[in-house]
């Protein structure tokens, strides 16, 4: 069932009008006969709206920091910040050899009343020497919650001089939570970092194998990571070092030695992949390890990419026993999902990197959005240039870098590597929209109001989404698939991750519990009544 302008004006005029101003830039219905229209995004909710979206500090220590193991991630702040993004987000880690493993610990100042009268850089560094002394990490970082900024402790100070007592390095990151409209915000502030002070720092002058890649913006949810991994080593590939899903500041140091950078979630890692490139002439190509189609696509491209006959064998090979193994498990579960039809909001990027798994399974996605990305991930990287920076954007300080002297080297000549874009996604993503089919719906920062006025008007089979809306909408008796933490599953990258996939979303419909739900709705009216916004009623 396809959603009308009339049905959307329906929704909008349940909200008040200054709600409903904002939120129409933020819902389109796609239609081609407009070409690629604007959507708003990476703007400020409105207070009081219940949103799905996290903080600065999310993005920044919970998402792009925590993942690297082998350094100690030291919250500065509250003990509440900590805990909350402890080993939820389900981003694993082994340990290696001569790579220590943090990931399983918490680490926070634990700021009480008194600290923040008093200040609490005492406690950071007195925290920082502690670490020191017990775990001896090769680095550490300090993420700087809301109350930190507020009170003006200076972390970068206290880091500076830990640096010099203990030789090792120790970044600070004033990723306070309110720095941004969102956790895009903290993934670009931690990126800038890295840039600046990680990556391109280690000895190594030229790669230790051929085919040497990294892999950006996989964070090894479920264990996505090495799936991938799994894959690129067994036709080939060396992996030089993952951005940073079971990632460590050890690899990242000399991630410049790479020939090409992958780049699987756009939205949190590009800034990364862009300055790699001028820095040290390190081309990145959009790749999307989700769903086999996908998989198979970026797997060709990075062939085409080396252009070399005997990588491009074995990729074909690999594809070709990988899909008859998998293709078969995949189709038994495929027939328990036909014609069925989903809704997939996620942060900033699997919103679309699903789509096509669930398509391959049978399923449609009639809904779709992020939380937080911004206009490129929506309608490509082309409007880049077109979006103005507003001043929420303009808090992050843009990092200015160019050609490092002695590390930068083009990887092929720039003839080639034109003529290559013609052909692959390299230093491009045209985002979600152009994959949306006529009719469907994309939101921007889909808020809970919206979310069950949506399922009443469409009735997905199923809804992906996170932790913050999938009770209620399994209450409302619609089998709920978290695409942030996959539940208590994964991998779902790769062709085993399609199989995974296949399984648990089939394992949704088959279940006998939906039968056993009354949709609330159905036994007690909704609350009705109109919006007051004069005050005079
Ligand atoms: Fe990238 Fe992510 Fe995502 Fe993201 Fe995230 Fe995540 Fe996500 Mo949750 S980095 S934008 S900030 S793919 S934690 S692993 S699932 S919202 S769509």
């Known amino acids: 069932m396809a959603v009308t302008e009339k049905d959307l004006q329906e929704l909008f005029e349940k909200m008040p009008s200054k709600v409903q101003k904002n939120r129409r830039k933020h819902i389109l219905i796609k239609n081609g006969e407009?070409?690629?229209?604007?959507?708003?995004?990476?703007?400020?909710?409105?207070?009081?709206?219940?949103?799905?979206?996290?903080?600065?500090?999310?993005?920044?220590?919970?998402?792009?920091?925590?993942?690297?193991?082998?350094?100690?991630?030291?919250?500065?702040?509250?003990?509440?910040?900590?805990?909350?993004?402890?080993?939820?987000?389900?981003?694993?880690?082994?340990?290696?050899?001569?790579?220590?493993?943090?990931?399983?610990?918490?680490?926070?100042?634990?700021?009480?009343?008194?600290?923040?009268?008093?200040?609490?850089?005492?406690?950071l560094t007195a925290m920082i020497d502690e670490v020191v002394e017990i775990l001896q990490p090769k680095a550490i970082t300090i993420s700087a919650t809301c109350p930190v900024g507020l009170i003006g402790d200076d972390i970068n100070a206290v880091a500076r001089e830990a640096q010099k007592r203990h030789g090792i390095q120790v970044l600070a990151f004033s990723c306070e939570g309110y720095k941004g409209v969102s956790q895009s915000a903290g993934h670009h502030i931690a990126n800038n970092s890295f840039v600046e002070h990680v990556i391109g720092k280690g000895e190594q002058e030229e790669a230790p194998a051929k085919f040497s890649i990294n892999l950006l913006g996989e964070y090894n949810i479920g264990g996505d990571g090495w799936e991938v991994e799994r894959i690129l080593k067994d036709i080939g590939y060396h992996v030089v070092s993952v951005m940073t899903g079971d990632g460590s500041w050890e690899q990242m140091r000399n991630a410049h030695v790479a020939e090409l950078n992958l780049v699987q979630c756009h939205r949190s890692i590009n800034y990364i992949a862009e300055k790699i490139e001028t820095k040290y002439g390190t081309p990145w190509l959009k790749v999307n390890f989700v769903g086999i189609e996908s998989t198979i696509k970026s797997l060709r491209d990075m062939a085409l990419y080396f252009d070399d006959a005997e990588l491009t064998a074995r990729t074909e090979a690999v594809i070709a026993r990988e899909v008859a193994r998998v293709q078969p498990i995949i189709d038994q579960y495929a027939k328990l999902c036909q014609n069925k039809t989903a809704f997939c909001f996620v942060g900033?990027?699997?919103?679309?990197?699903?789509?096509?798994?669930?398509?391959?399974?049978?399923?449609?996605?009639?809904?779709?959005?992020?939380?937080?990305?911004?206009?490129?991930?929506?309608?490509?990287?082309?409007?880049?240039?077109?979006?103005?920076?507003?001043?929420?954007?303009?808090?992050?300080?843009?990092?200015?870098?160019?050609?490092?002297?002695?590390?930068?080297?083009?990887?092929?000549?720039?003839?080639?590597?034109?003529?290559?874009?013609?052909?692959?996604?390299?230093?491009?993503?045209?985002?979600?929209?152009?994959?949306?089919?006529?009719?469907?719906?994309?939101?921007?920062?889909?808020?809970?109001?919206?979310?069950?006025?949506?399922?009443?008007?469409?009735?997905?089979?199923?809804?992906?989404?996170?932790?913050?809306?999938?009770?209620?909408?399994?209450?409302?008796g619609i089998p709920a698939k978290q695409l942030h933490s996959y539940d208590y599953s994964g991998p779902y990258a790769g062709f085993n991750g399609a199989v995974n996939f296949a399984r648990d979303v089939s394992m949704g419909f088959a279940s006998p519990t939906w039968n056993f739900i009354t949709p609330p709705w159905k036994n007690s009216p909704a609350l009705s009544g109109e919006m007051n916004e004069g005050g005079d009623k």
């Not at 709206?49 to 993942?67: E, F, S």
């Not at 340990?95 to 634990?110: A, G, L, M, V, W």
Request: charged share 30%; aromatic share 8%.
């Open 348 to 476: 900033g990027s699997r919103g679309h990197h699903f789509q096509g798994l669930f398509r391959e399974l049978g399923i449609e996605t009639i809904l779709a959005g992020y939380e937080f990305a911004h206009r490129d991930d929506y309608e490509g990287r082309d409007i880049i240039p077109s979006i103005k920076p507003d001043a929420d954007s303009k808090n992050i300080p843009d990092l200015h870098v160019e050609a490092d002297p002695k590390r930068f080297r083009l990887k092929m000549s720039p003839e080639k590597l034109a003529e290559l874009k013609q052909r692959i996604p390299l230093s491009d993503y045209p985002g979600m929209n152009v994959d949306m089919k006529e009719g469907h719906i994309i939101v921007d920062d889909l808020n809970h109001f919206e979310t069950e006025e949506f399922i009443k008007l469409l009735k997905p089979d199923i809804f992906s989404s996170g932790i913050k809306d999938k009770y209620v909408v399994q209450k409302m």
């Open 34 to 123: 407009i070409e690629n229209p604007e959507i708003e995004a990476n703007t400020r909710t409105i207070p009081g709206i219940i949103t799905n979206r996290g903080c600065a500090y999310a993005g920044c220590k919970g998402v792009v920091l925590g993942p690297i193991k082998d350094m100690v991630h030291i919250t500065h702040g509250p003990i509440g910040c900590a805990y909350y993004t402890w080993g939820t987000r389900r981003n694993k880690a082994k340990r290696e050899d001569n790579i220590k493993n943090f990931i399983n610990y918490s680490f926070s100042t634990d700021m009480q009343e008194s600290d923040i009268v008093f200040g609490g850089e005492k406690k």
